[in-house]
C-alpha cells in the first residue's frame, strides 16, 4: 500500500515536471522574434516621449466626441479606451457590422507610413485599404482614423461612408 | 513578465474537464464561445483576415502591446489566473470539508476547512471583483459618460459571457442552489474588514484591489457585488437555468458519478480553470481588436 502510493506519487511528480518543462520550452518561430524586439520597442518609445523627441499620446477619452453617435437605425457601443485610443462598435438589429477606431499614431508611429503611399483621399485626408476588412485615414498627420468591417454585408463603400460620419476636421482642429 | 500572449493562447487546451464543462453551458450562451486554437486562428477569427502578411502586423503589434506593463493587459491576465488559483484552492478545501461533513475519521478535516458555503462565497465574490477591475484594465472605462459606459459593459459577449455563464453556473448554481444570489450577499454583507485580511483568497488578489485599505476593499467587494446580483438574477430567471438542468448538460461532456451537487460543484473547482481560460481569451481578442486599429 505504501509502496503503491510511494510509485503514484513519483509518478505524478514526474508528470508534473514533464507537463511544466515541455511548456516552458514551447516555442513559436512566427512570434518569438517579434516578442524580443517589442521588448526593445517599448523601451525605445517611452525614451523618446520621455526625451520630447515623440510626443505624448493624447488621452483616448478625448477622441469620444468625434464618433458618429446619431446614426438612426445604428448603434455605437463604446468599446474600448486606452491612452490614444478609442473604439467603438457599429452595430444594427443586434448584430456586429463594424469597428470604428480612432488612434494616436504617437502610440504607433509606423503606423502613419502607410499613407505616404496612399492614392486617394477620403473627407479631405489621405487613405488608404489594409488586408480585406479596414480601410483608414490619416488626419492631421497624427490621428489615424479606422472602420474595420466585422460582418460580410459591410462593404469598402460602407467603410468610406462611415469614415466620412467621423467628425475628422473636428479631430484635424484637435490640439 | 512571465509568458507572452502568443504563447498563453497557443497553449490553451482544446480538450480536457475546463473545455467539455465550456461546452456543455453552451445551451445557455448559444455560439458566444468557441474553441479556438492557437494565436493565427484568434486574429482570423476576430478580425476576419486572411491576408497573412496583415496577420503577421496585427499579431506583432499584440504581442507589444500586452508586453508593455503600461497597457495594463498583463495584471489582466494576472488578475485572472490568480483568482482562478484562489477558485482550486478553495475547492480543495471545501470538498475536505464535506468529507468531513459524511467520514467521521476525517472529522479534524472541519477544524483545519472553511464551512464549504463561506469558501464559496468568498471564491464567488473575489472573481466577481478580479472581473471588474481586469475589465477596466482591459478596456479602460470606455464612452462619454456612465450611459455610454453601462452600454460598453452590457454588450458582454463571446467568451466574456461565456465566463459570466460558468461563473453563475459552477461558482453560485451549483454549489449554493437556486438562491445563490440570497446566499452570497448574506454573507457578504455580514464580513467585516477582518474577515478579509485574515483571508488567504484576498491576500492574494488584494493589492489589485481599490480601496486604500481593508475597509474600502471590502466596500469594492461588496459593491462590486452588489453591481451583478440584478443582472445574475435575471440572467437566471430569462434563461431558466437550473442546477438539474446544467449537471444533466455536463452529463453529456463528463463522466459524472455522483448527483450531488455540492460534489460536482467540488469536481469542477478543483478540475477546471475556466476563469483563467476564458480570461486570457478575453484578453487576447481585445489585444487583436485594437492591435487591427493601431497598425
Request: charged share 20%.
Amino acid at each position: 500500500m505504501t509502496m503503491t502510493k510511494y510509485l503514484l506519487r513519483t509518478a505524478l511528480l514526474l508528470c508534473v515536471l514533464f507537463v511544466s518543462l515541455t511548456a516552458c520550452k514551447k516555442e513559436d518561430p512566427r512570434w518569438s522574434e517579434a516578442d524580443k524586439k517589442s521588448k526593445e520597442a517599448i523601451e525605445a518609445k517611452k525614451q523618446a516621449q520621455e526625451s520630447g523627441a515623440l510626443p505624448k499620446p493624447e488621452e483616448g477619452g478625448s477622441f469620444n466626441k468625434f464618433f458618429p453617435k446619431n446614426e438612426p437605425g445604428f448603434e455605437m457601443i463604446a468599446s474600448q479606451e486606452k491612452t490614444g485610443f478609442a473604439e467603438y462598435k457599429l452595430k444594427k438589429d443586434g448584430k456586429d457590422l463594424a469597428m470604428i477606431a480612432i488612434s494616436d499614431v504617437a502610440n504607433n508611429p509606423q503606423a502613419a507610413d502607410k499613407f505616404k503611399s496612399s492614392t486617394k483621399m477620403i473627407g479631405g485626408f489621405p487613405a488608404v485599404d489594409q488586408g480585406s476588412t479596414a480601410t483608414a485615414v490619416l488626419v492631421g498627420g497624427r490621428f489615424q482614423v479606422k472602420v474595420l468591417s466585422r460582418d460580410a454585408s459591410f462593404s469598402k463603400a460602407n467603410r468610406e461612408a462611415w469614415l466620412q460620419k467621423v467628425n475628422l476636421a473636428g479631430l484635424a482642429a484637435m490640439k | 513578465m512571465s509568458q507572452s500572449i502568443f504563447e498563453l493562447i497557443n497553449e490553451l487546451p482544446t480538450s480536457g474537464v475546463t473545455v467539455m464543462s465550456l461546452k456543455a453551458l453552451d445551451y445557455i450562451v448559444p455560439g458566444e464561445w468557441q474553441n479556438i486554437s492557437g494565436f493565427e486562428n484568434m486574429i482570423t477569427l476576430v478580425t476576419g483576415e486572411s491576408d497573412q502578411a496583415m496577420i503577421q502586423q496585427i499579431g506583432e503589434r499584440a504581442i507589444t502591446l500586452y508586453n508593455d506593463p503600461a497597457e495594463g493587459y498583463q495584471r489582466a491576465v494576472w488578475l485572472y489566473q490568480t483568482a482562478n488559483s484562489i477558485g482550486g484552492k478553495l475547492g480543495a478545501a471545501a470538498l475536505a470539508n464535506k468529507i468531513g461533513e459524511s467520514v467521521s475519521f476525517l472529522s479534524f478535516l472541519e477544524k483545519i476547512t472553511p464551512k464549504a458555503d463561506k469558501a464559496q462565497a468568498i471564491d464567488f465574490s473575489i472573481k466577481v471583483a478580479a472581473e471588474i477591475i481586469a475589465y477596466a484594465k482591459i478596456n479602460g472605462i470606455p464612452g462619454d459618460g456612465v450611459a455610454e459606459f453601462m452600454g460598453a459593459v452590457g454588450d458582454y459577449g463571446k467568451e466574456s459571457i461565456m465566463r459570466l455563464a460558468a461563473l453563475t453556473c459552477f461558482d453560485g448554481l451549483i454549489p449554493l442552489g437556486p438562491d445563490f444570489l440570497r446566499k452570497i450577499e448574506e454573507f457578504i454583507s455580514g464580513l467585516v474588514p477582518n474577515d478579509l485580511t485574515s483571508n488567504p483568497a484576498f491576500s492574494a488578489v488584494s493589492s489589485m484591489i481599490p480601496g486604500g485599505g481593508a475597509e474600502g476593499q471590502l466596500g469594492f467587494v461588496q459593491q462590486g457585488f452588489n453591481s451583478i446580483k440584478g443582472w445574475m438574477g435575471n440572467f437566471v430567471s430569462s434563461k431558466g437555468i437550473t442546477a438539474e438542468g446544467v449537471v444533466g448538460s455536463l452529463k453529456n461532456y463528463i463522466d459524472i458519478a455522483d448527483d450531488k451537487l455540492d460534489y460536482v460543484a467540488g469536481f469542477l473547482d478543483a478540475t477546471t480553470n475556466y476563469f483563467d481560460y476564458t480570461g486570457v481569451q478575453t484578453v487576447g481578442r481585445r489585444l487583436i481588436e485594437r492591435a487591427v486599429a493601431e497598425i
